[in-house]
Each structure stands twice: as structure tokens, then as C-alpha cells.
């Protein structure tokens, strides 16, 4: 099982990136996919996660602000984070879970994760 995240770079206040997470050693359908974050002095966090199964869940400080998504063609997942906000500022890792995802974001839920990518916003 490999997930590899990309896409991470700085930003200003109100900008927007797009992060990617490439999964390959594992049937992709059949599992959910998600991001966390952590922050510097800070616990990891969940922000967001995919499944085919019950669809995408937010963490409620990202919510309307970001949009998680899955390319099944590419075994890709995406996450469009816009309006960043400084507080976004963290190391982003993507995970595998299992067929579903949490109603609320977590970090337990997760058996594999990628490398972390790293998101600066900044002025």
C-alpha cells in the first residue's frame, strides 16, 4: 500500500491550492480516503474524507471552503482547499480508511498513510 500526497506549497491569505494523493497497492474502490493536517506544536487533526460508499465528510473549520474529490480512472484524490486562511498552515497527510467514512474527520480510523506535503499561508 503506497499513498503519495503532492501539491502543498505557500500561499497567501484567500488563496487557493489544490493537493493530490496517489494510492496504488490496494483496490482503490474499496476504500475511503481522507486528509489530515498538523500544525506546528499541534495534534494532528481530520479535515476531510471520501468514500464511494457514504460520499465526502468536512471537518466543520474547512467546511464550504474545501472540496474533496476522487478520479477512480487515475486513483487519485483531491482536495481544492480555496479562501485559505492562515490557520490552514500545517503539514497535509492523505490516509486510507476503510469502506466508509467518519461523520466527523478523524485520525484513528486510518491504517496507511502518505508522506505528509506541506501548506503555508502566509502574507
Known amino acids: 500500500v503506497q499513498l503519495q500526497a503532492s501539491g502543498g506549497g505557500l500561499v497567501q491569505p484567500g488563496g487557493s491550492l489544490r493537493l493530490s494523493c496517489g494510492a496504488s497497492?490496494?483496490?482503490?474502490?474499496?476504500?475511503?480516503i481522507g486528509w489530515s493536517r498538523q500544525a506546528p506544536g499541534k495534534e494532528r487533526e481530520g479535515v476531510s474524507c471520501?468514500?464511494?460508499?457514504?460520499?465526502?465528510k468536512y471537518t466543520n473549520s474547512v467546511r464550504g471552503r474545501f472540496t474533496i474529490s476522487r478520479d477512480s480512472t487515475k486513483n487519485q484524490v483531491y482536495l481544492q482547499m480555496n479562501d485559505l486562511k492562515p490557520e490552514d498552515t500545517a503539514v497535509y497527510y492523505c490516509?486510507?480508511?476503510?469502506?466508509?467514512?467518519?461523520?466527523?474527520?478523524?485520525?484513528?480510523?486510518?491504517?496507511?498513510w502518505g508522506q505528509g506535503t506541506l501548506v503555508t499561508v502566509s502574507s
Open positions: 490516509a486510507r480508511s476503510d469502506r466508509y467514512c467518519r461523520t466527523v474527520p478523524g485520525t484513528r480510523e486510518y491504517d496507511y
Open positions: 471520501i468514500s464511494r460508499i457514504n460520499g465526502a
Open positions: 497497492g490496494f483496490i482503490f474502490e474499496d476504500y475511503a
